[in-house]
T-cell receptor, first 115, second 122 residues
């Protein structure tokens, strides 16, 4: 079964600093996608970044980038120049066509941004 | 584009009554929608996969007779919590899967989330 593990229940970062959120996953599939979602206090799920497993290049979206280590099954999120609006719960998620495209979420990491 | 709505955004009901939650894709068609349940400060737990024109597929441990799902059209799925009890109180979230090559393009069946519905059962 596919599992996603986020080992950091909470993280803090100073405004303008950089923070990295960790995620590991377990799968025997070769075709899959990995995601980071942000859930602010409004609880609306927002897609931050996505990575296709077949792509070696790490995905980036403005201040957000990932470190995708396929062999190690690791998928960390780096937030640069942290802003107060980045404070939220962050979920790592996995999806595979062979698993019906169902999203498997990690437990989440609460990110606090200090001013 | 790619907006998913849920109605109601919050609902309070008495124990024993039934509550219907709607999930609509406003500007795209979705053959598949997903229903999640989220307790405070916890992750999203997939309850079921809703397929247009066919029966929903429920995850292990989810009571089919308690959580009725109907995907009547390509833009609407409903979740009905029957005979609700206080332990059913939770935040329910739906997501709609974009059809590849449809209105908004995309090739990997991107999913878009609704804003969620907070259910409180007294």
């Amino acid at each position: 079964a596919q599992t996603v593990t986020q080992s950091q229940p909470e993280m803090s970062v100073q405004e303008a600093e950089t923070v990295t959120l960790s995620c590991t996953y377990d799968t025997s599939e070769s075709d899959y996608y990995l995601f980071w979602y942000k859930q602010p206090p409004s609880r609306q799920m927002i897609l931050v970044i996505r990575q296709e497993a077949y792509k070696q290049q790490n995905a980036t979206e403005n201040r957000f980038s990932v470190n995708f280590q396929k062999a190690a099954k690791s998928f960390s999120l780096k937030i640069s120049d942290s802003q107060l609006g980045d404070a939220a719960m962050y979920f790592c998620a996995y999806r595979s066509p062979s698993y019906g495209n169902k999203l498997v979420f990690g437990a989440g990491t609460i990110l606090r941004v200090k001013s | 584009g790619a907006v998913v709505s849920q109605h109601p955004s919050w609902v309070i009901c008495k124990s024993g009554t039934s509550v219907k939650i709607e999930c609509r894709s406003l500007d795209f068609q979705a053959t598949t929608m997903f229903w999640y349940r989220q307790f405070p400060k916890q992750s999203l737990m997939l309850m079921a996969t809703s397929n247009e024109g066919s029966k929903a597929t429920y995850e292990q441990g989810v009571e089919k007779d308690k959580f009725l799902i109907n995907h009547a059209s390509l833009t609407l799925s409903t979740l009905t919590v029957t005979s609700a009890h206080p332990e059913d109180s939770s935040f329910y979230i739906c997501s709609a899967q974009l059809i590849p090559g449809a209105h908004l393009g995309g090739t990997y069946n991107e999913q878009f989330f609704g804003p969620g519905t907070r259910l409180t059962v007294l």
